[in-house]
């Protein structure tokens, strides 16, 4: 199985980056029976918080800021 992750700034129809993983790869199984066991036992959180990870290490920042 593969995996796609995406990020786009809206800003044009070239502002799309993204990266496709094999699943045994990216989480380091032997095999695809065994990546696929693992993703669908992570929720839906964890799963973005990999993809806010790879957007963080592709030099896109994902902040809030708190203003008074």
Known sequence: MKIKFN??????IH????????????LGYDTDE??????NSFDEDYKY???EEWAWNNGL????EEIN
């Not at 065994?34 to 993703?39: P, T």
Request: charged share 30%; no cysteine.
């Open 15 to 26: 502002s799309t980056k993204y990266e496709i993983f094999d699943l045994k790869d990216f």
């Open 7 to 12: 990020v786009n700034s809206g800003a044009n």
């Open 49 to 51: 918080s990999l993809v």
């Open 61 to 64: 920042e994902i902040y809030y």
């Open 34 to 39: 065994e990546a696929l066991e693992e993703w």
